[in-house]
């Protein structure tokens, strides 16, 4: 089973490309959910920026297709913004349907990173969820709950996580069978929607454990195996 992202080998290299979409959320009389371009242009680089990264990456460019109107500017203040987090500037491009006017707002992010590093081996693996599967409105009422782009970045850099995975519109328990496809268990609905990627499951050492918990808290929710 593959991750979310694809990889192309050229030459040497090995190309990593992540995309994501948000549709019906917007401004514009006919969306779903009310939010704001800056917020949309955010969480949907925040997700392509997750799933590049977890994947081994470096990201390397952006681009976006644009269905929100005379909004790009506003977009790409979100997008910054996600690049600020993880302390990157990448090159930005992109198109804008400006032929037709939409009745509802959406947009589509492709990273393209390059392949850095391989999966860190672990003798005793454990597995825990990060933060908390959220989608739609709750993303805006329960930032609390999201990990940060910061704290996925540190995880991708601890010697005793092995592997990064982010949860999208599956839900923990499809995104699980990545690593196993067996049964499990976690406080937190392990059905529902991770929306834009407000949470991870992080295989680790499981020596480490108590460290794990102590430097992500109430982000922190065990996978039980059974």
């Known amino acids: 089973m593959n991750r979310d992202v694809m990889y192309v080998d050229v030459e040497d290299k090995t190309l990593v490309i992540s995309v994501d979409n948000v549709g019906a959320v917007g401004l514009k009389e006919k969306d779903v959910i009310k939010s704001s371009y800056q917020d949309i242009g955010y969480f949907c680089c925040r997700t392509v920026l997750i799933e590049n990264i977890t994947a081994n990456s470096k990201p390397l460019s952006l681009h976006v297709t ?90 991708t850099e601890l010697d005793f996580v092995s592997e990064v995975l982010a949860v999208g519109s599956k839900g923990i328990k499809e995104e699980f069978r990545y690593f196993s496809n067996a049964d499990i268990k976690c406080e937190l609905d392990i059905l529902k929607s991770g929306g834009p990627s407000t949470s991870v499951i992080v295989s680790y050492d499981s020596s480490y454990r108590e460290e794990l918990k102590d430097k992500f808290g109430n982000l922190y929710h065990p996978i039980e195996i059974y």
């Open 66 to 155: 644009n269905f929100c109107g005379d909004n790009w500017n506003l977009i790409l203040e979100g997008i910054n913004q996600a690049q600020e987090e993880l302390g990157i500037n990448l090159e930005v491009n992109g198109s804008t349907e400006s032929n037709f006017k939409m009745i509802q707002s959406g947009i589509g992010i492709t990273c393209v990173g390059i392949l850095t590093k391989k999966r860190k081996k672990i003798n005793y693996i454990e597995y825990a969820v990060i933060g908390s599967p959220l989608v739609g409105s709750e993303v805006l009422e329960n930032k609390n709950s999201i990990i940060s782009l910061s704290e996925i970045k540190t995880l």
